[in-house]
């Protein structure tokens, strides 16, 4: 009877044969798989480029100016009376003159060395009470 001599040496190498195959498939997988995020923000709709200037009525304003320590200068129509509040009012003043008018127009305005939060204050306020027509305006004091 022969007997077979088998060689049972281990090979010390890795095989890396489907190694570029497995990474390409983790990389098509991840791609595939993760969930981007939408960037969240305040919804503005843009006057197209075309659009006719209307003549809004100055009793249909209400002007909110919004200063740099972060109070609000409040304005109706062309009265010269100003009323200064803090950001966190706003709100509450919006839905008075919505109330009494509801064609009313806020045109808010901010100062140039405002920092961008106390807008954002302004414009969350308007759109917890609800305010349908917000004009940003450039700030003529």
Known sequence: MALLNRKTKVSDEIPTASMADIAFLLLIFFL???VFEEEKGLPIVLPEAAAE??????KNIIHFLVNEDGS???RRGESQAEQVV???EVEGIMRQEIGANPDIIAAVKTAPNA???HMIAVLDGLQAAAAQRISLQLWER
């Open 32 to 34: 595939t798989a993760t």
């Open 72 to 74: 609000v200068t409040i």
């Open 86 to 88: 803090a950001a966190s």
């Open 53 to 58: 200037q209307v003549e809004v009525s100055q």
């Open 115 to 117: 920092p961008y939060r």
